[in-house]
């Protein structure tokens, strides 16, 4: 509810002049209940951290193992809040505020982009069929190798029923693993990013770039990463059709190359082709992580369930193998006062000002595989 509300009031506030939206803020709904739970969370957080100052263990979570000099916990919690305790100044230590609005900042950047991110993937998996029997069978392979057969595979990787990962895996432990999946993710994101424009920057010191142009500080940059995403001078004639293994293919092709193996993975970052990450030191540094997620999500779905579009006019409402609904526009209400499809049957994104988003109207039918 954070996120939206944050996205909510940011949107009532941008009706009104900037000179009246100090005032304005105090009257929006979205925002002042921003404010309470801004004050819940500071409850919460206060009463973890001053646990954890003391060295005392809150419900289990942590194992005390020592103190720094300035006195703060050591404990492997393993969680965000204690690796950002960890990395402050002593003397910001008990500044509950700043701890507090970094949570809720993490929280808003990265829960509602990866469930977009799952929710757009499986629209496309509905909408296009075609790719449910590759997929299904490059993921029970992958089962299969990991952990169906028994042993000591079994136990590094997967059962039937639970995934779960290795201990100290790292960060990449899936990234180049199931690559036609990690395709299809990829194509996905490409259709849907979560904007038109993303590698926004803040310019604090003047500057002339190469062709003459003068940029002066102050000025906020960004980059129509959609633009590049749909550029066929970068994907080719076909740059505005989804092509779910259009990044395999390119894997395939650029194995031989020095970082070939890389190049076009899910979280692979580009100046020139990918920039939905980001890009350099302040590209996306949860992208892995996400990767995972929105991996393993699709492969439990894609190992227990069928998946497709409504019906529509008495049939079946998937569609062909074209384009992604990356930027149509729409996702605005249909004669019916439902959400609408794109040319593919797919269920059209919203586009709010800069921001994509997917359909919260559209619906998909799922049923588990064997008829149960």
Not at 192 to 208: C, D, H, L, S
Not at 219 to 229: D, E, P, S
Not at 332 to 353: K, Q, S
């Amino acid at each position: 509810m954070y996120t939206a509300e944050v996205f909510g009031g940011a949107r009532e506030l941008r009706k009104y002049h900037p000179l009246l939206r100090p005032v304005i803020q105090y009257f929006v709904p979205a925002l002042r209940t921003l404010k309470y739970r801004e004050a819940k969370a500071y409850e919460l957080v206060a009463s973890i951290a001053a646990a954890r100052n003391d060295g005392l263990s809150l419900h289990g979570w942590e194992k005390e193992v020592g103190r720094e000099k300035e006195g703060r916990n050591r404990g492997k919690v393993g969680d965000m809040l204690d690796w950002f305790r960890h990395n402050i100044l002593a003397s910001d230590l008990e500044n509950r505020e700043r701890q507090v609005k970094f949570q809720l900042a993490l929280s808003m950047v990265s829960i509602h982009t990866t469930s977009m991110s799952a929710t757009h993937a499986i629209f496309d998996l509905a909408a296009r069929p075609e790719y449910l029997d590759p997929l299904r069978k490059e993921v029970l392979g992958f089962i299969k190798d990991k952990g169906g057969g028994g042993g000591g595979a079994a136990r590094e990787g997967m059962d039937r029923r639970r995934l779960r990962m290795p201990r100290n895996s790292g960060p990449l432990h899936l990234s180049g693993m199931m690559p036609r999946l990690d395709s299809f993710m990829k194509e996905s994101l490409r259709c849907n990013p979560p904007g038109m424009v993303q590698f926004a920057r803040k310019i604090y010191k003047p500057f002339t770039l190469s062709d003459g142009t003068f940029i002066s500080a102050g000025t906020r940059l960004g980059v129509a990463a959609n633009t590049i995403n749909k550029d066929p001078s970068v994907y080719g004639p076909n740059a505005d059709k989804f092509d779910g293994f259009r990044f395999y293919d390119m894997r395939k092709k650029e194995e031989n190359e020095e970082g070939g193996d890389t190049k076009s993975l899910f979280t692979s970052t580009s100046p020139t082709t990918s920039l939905t990450f980001g890009y350099g030191k302040h590209a996306c540094p949860g992208r892995f992580f996400a990767a995972n997620e929105i991996k393993i999500l699709l492969v439990v779905f894609l190992r227990d369930y069928e998946v497709r579009m409504p019906l529509q006019d008495g049939k079946d409402g998937s569609g062909g193998s074209g384009g992604g609904g990356g930027d149509g526009g729409g996702g605005d209400d249909d004669d019916d006062g439902g959400p609408t499809r794109d040319e593919d049957g797919r269920w059209e994104n919203i586009v709010d000002g800069m921001s994509i988003l997917c359909n919260f109207g559209g619906e998909v039918e799922v049923r588990r595989r064997g008829g149960g």
